[in-house]
């Protein structure tokens, strides 16, 4: 392909080849649409940037997902150009998403995700976490340990399982806000702009699988959260990310988003200083694992895909 000559075509538009798929949002295949797509510009990246006329999606194409392009004489009038591209890709769209998936030949259609007509099938991984060992403190900051019990209760086995997680608490007094439940949406957008974790491991149906994972609060957070208050309200955010043979490209999750207190067993030095006895201080040193309590958060954050 000329890409110096395509440069030039900003400003035209273009039917792409193969037609984007469109999707519901239960993964249903809508109704084939050739759309026009209009070239808004490209970048230093050698990249292209295509903006759907009538849906308004930008899709960032490389220089290495165009085979060809071609003009449509037929269709041109006056100023405005219009013409097809042949792609190396398959655009799908689904509500406001929108991802690209190679084809095995240039301008070839890609069945979409069969996640309707395989659901009846597919793994489903439920987890189940508890208080893994002790919370303590050393260089590193605070330390956590959390027991994950996973269980495929679907009826295919699940593939990459990887568990995701990060342990977040906020900065009272020194943020504006804490919104834990965007930081786990930014984790899961990220794993599913990835493909399936080679990593990870298999689950099968019935199955079940144990797996104990330390977090941490980083010695400079530690200090940024205790600023303006004393004691830390740390939460667990994450999800289960894993796959489904038939469907390769696909990731499946669940999520979770857990909140880490103290027991309610009195304690001197809280009464002392007047303190609660549900509140982490990290003045007060490391806490045993019987002394510690999840609870499911109130911002949410369980989900299954």
């Not at 290495?64 to 100023?79: E, L, Q, V």
């Not at 977040?168 to 439940?181: C, Q, R, T, W």
Request: proline share 7%; with cysteine.
């Amino acid at each position: 392909m000329n890409w110096a000559k395509f440069k030039k075509a900003v400003g035209m538009r273009f039917q792409l080849t193969p037609v984007a798929c469109r999707l519901d949002s239960n993964g249903n295949e809508l109704p084939e649409l050739s759309d026009d797509w209009i070239v808004d510009a490209f970048s230093d990246k050698e990249a292209v940037t295509l903006r759907n006329v009538r849906t308004g999606h930008i899709a960032e194409i490389g220089k290495d997902h165009i085979y060809d392009f071609r003009s449509d004489p037929t269709r041109s009038k006056g100023d405005i150009k219009y013409g097809f591209l042949v792609l190396k890709m398959q655009v799908f769209m689904q509500a406001d998403r929108l991802w690209l998936y190679p084809n095995g030949r240039p301008g070839e259609r890609v069945e979409p995700p069969r996640s309707s007509r395989a659901a009846a099938e597919r793994p489903w991984i439920q987890v189940d976490i508890a208080i893994g060992g002790p919370l303590y403190y050393n260089v590193n900051g605070a330390n956590f340990n959390f027991l994950f019990r996973l269980k495929n209760t679907g009826r295919s086995p699940a593939t990459n399982v990887v568990i995701n997680g990060r342990v977040l608490a906020p900065a009272i007094g020194v943020d504006k806000e804490f919104n834990p439940i965007a930081a786990q949406r930014k984790m899961s957008n990220a794993m599913r702009a990835a493909r399936l974790d080679p990593m990870g491991f298999v689950i099968f149906s019935g199955d079940s699988a144990v797996q104990q994972i330390g977090f941490n609060i980083p010695v400079e957070e530690l200090k940024r959260i205790t600023q303006r208050v004393e004691f830390i309200c740390p939460y667990l955010v994450g999800f289960v990310d894993y796959g489904y043979a038939a469907d390769p490209r696909c990731h499946h999750q669940t999520g979770f988003l857990d909140e880490v207190r103290r027991s309610d067993r009195p304690r001197p030095e809280a009464a002392a200083k007047n303190r609660s006895t549900l509140a982490i201080f990290p003045d007060e040193g490391d806490i045993a694992e019987g002394d510690l309590r999840l609870y499911r958060s109130p911002f949410g954050g369980e989900y299954a895909d």
